[in-house]
């Protein structure tokens, strides 16, 4: 055989991820706004890593959908706020349905109860953040298909667990 094909590959890889990591990055009036695509867990994991990005003291609200309680805390050490995120991780790959914020008065980090991850931001800095972690700028990212209602979101007891205790821990706010 003189000339070799790709091998293709299998439907089932890539069924439910996308290809490549991408992000939309734009501007809005006075706000950076990047949008990132991408797996679950990668999604958790990349909002996990960024959070350590932040200044060093940082604002931090957590919404769960699952058990209609949302909590805040103001003036929270940045490592305290990255450790909690990191023992949520696992939960919230297992079962979404929580959104998270780590912000500042200049920039915000969001993951949405469907594990998008958003950055709005005063400042372009966050998008050479976002290349250097191997992510693909596009300028407009696939749509999801099929999305979940909040009121679907019920369940997961150890989501749910999971963020009381993280609330306990940082000394959250109960709004």
Do not use: N
């Not at 209609?68 to 790959?93: C, N, Q, T, W, Y």
């Amino acid at each position: 055989m003189l000339f070799r094909s790709r091998i293709p590959t299998p439907l089932s890889a890539t069924r439910f991820r996308l290809q490549a990591e991408l992000f939309a990055f734009r501007k809005e009036a006075d706000l950076y706004v990047a949008e990132i695509a991408g797996d679950g867990e990668r999604s958790v994991d990349l909002f996990h890593s960024l959070a350590g990005q932040m200044p060093d003291v940082v604002d931090f609200s957590m919404e769960c959908l699952r058990s209609g309680r949302s909590f805040i805390g103001e003036g929270l050490r940045r490592d305290e706020v990255v450790e909690a995120i990191a023992r949520l991780k696992v939960p919230l790959v297992a079962s979404a349905g929580v959104e998270l914020a780590v912000f500042t008065a200049d920039e915000q980090l969001s993951l949405s109860a469907m594990l998008d991850c958003w950055i709005y931001a005063k400042t372009d800095r966050w998008l050479a953040l976002l290349l250097d972690r191997g992510l693909e700028e596009a300028a407009e990212l696939p749509r999801r298909s099929w999305t979940v209602k909040r009121e679907d979101f019920t369940g997961a007891p150890e989501l749910v667990e999971a963020v009381t205790a993280a609330a306990d821990r940082l000394t959250l706010k109960l709004t």
